[in-house]
């Protein structure tokens, strides 16, 4: 694997999540005799460029035809392939949903899709081409392990582990070029085992893709404000760490949630509905993407907008703190 | 008698012996039914691939060499259970399981490859882009194994076939084998009015396939469509087969009553004197 120190990271930092991807994938296939990795004409988007050069025989383009590309992996993987597939995520999730649910999760195939520019990352593109609702639908399909990276040595380690992970995974990618950097040195990464990246007593914060480095960011400015927020890396939304959250509920007075996804059904929901089963949970305040199709714009803009940037959810936290209610995003966005 | 006539016979009483199966099973389901029409549609062909095309050995199921045969049409399972049972995967007794709860054998089939159903399916369109990638693994390994893929007329209605009838030509796939069992009808009515497909051999032909026509109830004709030598290379082949749904049992042939349906005693008894030997 690929050496996690503050020089990579500065460079995955700067190549993006997918340029890391690319860039981790031929690492990591080099090695490994029974990989395939298929993209839906996408090659250059997912930074397999190199790769394709280095690897033709591991390589296949399927051309713009997502379900055929599931279909293939499906069957390459019933040979015998531990296959990777590319595409933006939100057309891996929809386009090809019911290949994902019959292929990977009914039939649990070893194919693992690598779900590109999750979230808003692409901006100016518009909601065709934004992941709000991917987590929410790969999250419901049984059997279907998910994870999303909170950073470029995250991405690395991820694809690290799936060449000897077996069985089907959803890997959502977010953020796009010069993407904040959460970790510059290694540290242990197991699926499904979340990261408490920050201790604290008052409120326990749960964040997963890009969304952990400004949950960092906010814990901060809330310290400075005399409020002790911990932060933990959900990169595994499923199969869920729910000891992670039992001990949350334990000693915190209120669980945040923070995503670069609709509000519905992605990481708020799967935390919710562990902290529900529990009872006497705290309060639950989710910190996403409203419930409705939003204008285009950079993706800096876009952050910004939803109040997914650290101070702001800093200040979102303070407010439900001091009111009643969890509702503090919604009414604020929608105001708008 | 030649080997050849001898393996016609062969075929043909396994055939039989096939179609009195899938009805006694359809009986079995009791009030559940079963997609019994179309399972007769596809008897011959099973019975054709199984009794006598196909690499395949019971005892060794997961055999690197095998030919890959994957129903498509999951609502065909009856022609397909009944061909396992004919070559070894499956016993009599096992048979009697069909729809039952905690079955191998589900009402649509449900992936066991120890057992020799290679897939899930049920939901129609998906089994052509698996085939891609089966034949493909064994492309470059270099095997010398076929993989069937087995399809409905009707079916043929889904996008996901055409993306995957595109992109097997571009991958010279010419050990993939895709079958139509045309036998004309689709859940509500005629496939000529539901959704008009004009002419499948222009189409796939258009889609870069050799393309074999050939009548799906002619034992020997489908013999040869699997193994006469293929007329152009690096390509796969599409044998469209003219069927007729329900066929062997007169009151459902070309009957869409039966594409899903239950069968009293009356009628089970009534089929079966059509199909004595």
Avoid at chain 1, 44 to 55: D, P
Avoid at chain 1, 72 to 80: F, S, V
Avoid at chain 1, 268 to 297: H, T, Y
Wanted: with cysteine.
């Amino acid at each position: 694997m690929l050496p996690i120190n503050a020089s990579n990271a500065r460079l995955w930092s700067m190549l993006g999540s997918r340029g890391t991807f690319g860039v981790a994938m031929l690492e990591a296939a080099g090695g490994a005799e029974n990989i395939m990795v298929l993209t839906a004409d996408l090659s250059v988007t997912s930074g397999l460029e190199r790769f394709r050069g280095a690897h033709p025989d591991k390589f296949l383009n399927v051309g713009i035809a997502e379900q055929n590309m599931i279909g293939i992996a499906a069957g390459l993987a019933k040979e015998g392939y531990n296959t990777f597939v590319t595409t933006f995520s939100n057309f891996a999730a929809m386009r090809s949903y019911e290949q994902i649910r019959l292929h990977l999760g009914y039939m649990r195939l070893n194919v693992k899709v690598i779900g590109l520019a999750g979230g808003m990352a692409m901006g100016h593109f518009g909601n065709t081409h934004y992941g709000i609702e991917d987590m929410a639908l790969m999250r419901a399909v049984p059997g279907l392990t998910v994870i999303a990276p909170a950073d470029g040595a995250e991405i690395v380690k991820t694809v690290d582990a799936l060449i000897t992970h077996q069985g089907p995974v959803f890997v959502r990618l977010t953020g796009a070029m010069n993407n904040p950097i959460v970790y510059a040195e290694d540290y242990n990464f197991t699926i499904g085992k979340a990261v408490r990246l920050r201790q604290g007593t008052d409120v326990a914060i749960f964040a997963c893709g890009t969304m952990v480095f400004e949950s960092l960011v906010a814990a901060r400015n809330l310290e400075a404000q005399g409020v002790s927020a911990s932060v933990t890396n959900m990169h595994t939304l499923k199969p869920l760490d729910t000891d992670a959250i039992e001990e949350a509920c334990s000693y915190a007075a209120l669980l945040v949630t923070v995503e670069e996804h609709g509000v519905i059904g992605g990481l708020g929901g799967a935390v919710a509905e562990c902290a529900a089963r529990r009872g006497g949970a705290p309060r639950q305040l989710f910190i996403g993407l409203p419930d409705r199709f939003g204008k285009s714009g950079d993706y800096k803009y876009l952050l910004q907008k939803y109040g997914l940037t650290g101070e702001q959810i800093a200040s979102n936290i303070m407010a439900t703190l001091g009111s009643r209610t969890c509702n503090v995003p919604e009414s604020r966005v929608m105001a708008e | 008698m030649g080997e050849r006539e001898e393996l016609i016979n062969k075929l043909r009483a396994m055939a039989k012996r096939m179609r009195r199966t899938a009805l006694a099973m359809t009986l079995g389901a009791g009030p559940h039914g079963a997609h019994v029409g179309p399972s007769l549609s596809i008897i011959d062909i099973c019975a054709v691939l199984y009794g006598g095309v196909m690499q395949i050995d019971p005892r060794n199921p997961l055999w690197t060499e095998r030919d890959r045969f994957l129903l498509s049409k999951g609502h065909g399972a009856l022609g397909l259970y009944t061909a396992l049972a004919e070559t070894g995967f499956f016993t009599r007794e096992e048979l009697n399981t069909f729809e039952t709860p905690e079955t191998l054998l589900s009402g649509q089939p449900a992936m066991c490859v120890e057992r020799g159903i290679e897939i899930s399916s049920g939901s129609l369109g998906l089994g052509l882009s698996i085939g891609i990638g089966v034949a493909l693994a064994g492309k470059k390994a270099q095997r010398r194994y076929n993989t069937y893929v087995l399809m409905g007329d009707g079916e043929c209605n889904e996008g996901a076939v055409w993306e995957a009838a595109m992109a097997a030509a571009h991958f010279k796939l010419d050990r993939l084998i895709a079958i139509i069992d045309a036998n004309g009808l689709q859940s509500d009515g005629l496939c000529s009015t539901v959704m008009d497909m004009v002419s499948h051999e222009a189409k796939w032909r258009s889609f870069g396939w050799e393309t074999r026509c050939v009548d799906g109830h002619d034992v020997s004709a489908l013999l040869d469509a699997f193994t006469a030598t293929r007329k152009t290379p690096n390509c796969p082949l599409v044998v469209i087969a003219t069927t007729v749904k329900g066929r062997g049992v007169s009151f459902m042939e070309n009957n869409n009553e039966w594409h899903h349906n239950r069968l009293s005693q009356a009628q089970y008894g009534a089929a079966l004197q059509e199909l004595a030997d």
